[in-house]
């Protein structure tokens, strides 16, 4: 039997959280399945006085709100378990990727911390065990980053998808990207063109197709991500 996965998600928004896994794709079948389990943990509930204060003005100076490190920490204590890893979602985290993808899904309950406002006091850092982007851009906050880790972890655990092959011959799973894929018609007449699917996908000849598609990866490799072969 497949082992379910835990994530809990530290947020502001639980509302936010729960309207979209439970409605949406990979997330909602693993939640049907007893395969996952993701829940929020409201920030708010772990705030001081009538209004719940998470934040406060920064030491120093400067614009906005930084949310509160015995705060943050009190939530973190209350979504983790022993066996829990702790993941600090901030644009100062490593970039996430599919090798990250692939490691995380070995785990079996995750904790997302989601930012707001200006950012998080620098302590809470000693708290977590790692820090992840998603990119070298600014979000409103961590939920959405939380999400698509969460989609990118679900999806390569045991009773997902329905093959293996569904991950391995995907983008960035073999280090390259996937090789180009056609359906019918065969042949597509569109602007006085006749667009051809190539002749070697119609073979059956299995070898010759492999050959073909990694061909085709490593040259559009090559031209949209060099990086990849870095």
Known sequence: MNKKLSIKIITL????????ADSFGILKKAILNNLLEIKPVNLRQFGIGERQAVDDRPYGGGVGMVLRPDILHKAIKKAKSKK???ILLTPQGKKFNQQTAQRLSEANNLVFVCGRYEG???RIRKFVDEEISIGDYVLMGGELP?????????????G???KIESTENESFS???LEYPQYTKPEVWKVGGKNLRV???LSTGHHKNIADFRSKKADKRTKKRRPDLFV
């Open 146 to 158: 939380a999400l698509v880790i969460s989609e990118a972890v679900m999806r390569l655990r045991p």
């Open 120 to 122: 998080f006091d620098e």
């Open 13 to 20: 928004f639980p509302e936010f959280i729960n309207n979209f």
């Open 84 to 86: 829990s890893k702790v």
């Open 174 to 176: 073999a280090g390259k």
């Open 160 to 162: 997902i998808l329905g």
């Open 198 to 200: 190539p002749k070697v």
